[in-house]
């Protein structure tokens, strides 16, 4: 699975270091439309609302990209980020602010013929997720668990790096229920090339994504991968380069029955297909039960069955 938060300038508040990342996001979403083709992945793309509004900064508005991606050969899903990028979980958001960021997302939407079902919370901050359902989502994504999760700000930074020196494969993990929608586990973010990211190799970028995806095949789970396109703006051509690596795996692994690749919405709605919910540590997480007619499965090298994998 490969989600994208859409939302140039939205999400760093214009930060002006960003500038030519920001400017060179539309260059980057094309060449990854034409890599998504070429490989025929289909991604989740969550859009700021703001971000689908005419206006006259093209850093705050961009139709033009939700165009692009609607009118991909290979079908990409719409997701939403919000209508404004607020930090949902902040004390001051309430759950009206909420309903008026979901409100809006949908509204403008449904003038593009696009019917919202995925949401991605801005920087991840997970809150009001009660009030999703209200306005048609049926899934968000969760966040990375990573084994470094629970440090303190400074050395998890400091362990974030070190993972990504030390190719240790991400998380991989399958769908909980929460209240009336999915979630689904977050995974790998794809870095930019700056800062602390910039001396690391894109081939450790790839290397440890195509380590995700196996790790997700032999564990029968999902592999979510995710960044910004403005992040990838930072050396398009590099971090292309490095996407690209991934997705040759993709297909070389989908093509012998070992993944699948699903967006956000497919995973969503495969509970709709025979799949039972089984109760365990005070959650519920999608597993495979009774008559799964319908239901793809893929198989190993040994022709086993195996329940789906999505990258």
């Not at 689904?184 to 994504?209: D, M, Q």
């Not at 029955?257 to 540590?281: C, D, F, W």
């Amino acid at each position: 699975m490969f989600t994208l938060d859409t939302e140039i300038a939205w999400g760093m508040k214009g930060d002006k270091n960003w500038q030519k990342e920001f400017e060179n996001t539309r260059q980057v979403v094309d060449g990854l439309l034409k890599l998504l083709d070429k490989y025929q992945i289909s991604a989740t793309w969550a859009f700021v609302g703001e971000l689908m509004r005419e206006g006259e900064d093209r850093l705050y508005h961009a139709p033009d990209l939700l165009k692009a991606v609607m009118d991909c050969s290979t079908p990409q899903e719409i997701g939403c980020h919000s209508f404004s990028h607020p930090v949902m979980d902040d004390a001051a958001f309430k759950a009206d602010d909420m309903d008026k960021e979901l409100s809006s997302c949908v509204d403008i939407t449904k003038s593009a013929g696009v019917e919202l079902k995925s949401f991605v919370f801005p920087q991840n901050k997970i809150a009001h997720i009660d009030r999703l359902s209200r306005f048609g989502f049926v899934c968000y994504r969760g966040k990375d668990k990573s084994w470094y999760a629970k440090f303190p700000k400074f050395l998890n930074k400091l362990a974030h790096v070190v993972d990504e020196y030390l190719l240790i494969a991400p998380p991989t993990g399958m769908p909980v229920r929460r209240g009336e929608v999915l979630e689904i586990p977050g995974g790998y973010f794809y870095p930019h090339k700056r800062g602390w990211a910039k001396p690391l190799p894109v081939s450790f970028r790839a290397r440890k994504a195509v380590k995700g995806l196996r790790k997700a095949s032999d564990k029968r789970q999902i592999f979510h991968l995710w960044t910004h396109p403005f992040n990838l703006a930072s050396d398009p051509k590099e971090l292309l380069h490095g996407l690209e690596a991934i997705f040759k795996e993709v297909a070389q692994m989908r093509e012998k029955g070992h993944i699948e690749v699903k967006t956000m919405r497919e995973i969503a709605a495969l509970r709709r297909t025979s799949l039972a919910m089984t109760e365990y540590g005070g959650s519920k997480s999608l597993l495979p039960k009774g008559d799964l007619e319908g239901l793809t499965f893929a198989r190993n090298d040994k022709g086993e069955e195996m329940e789906i994998a999505s990258s």
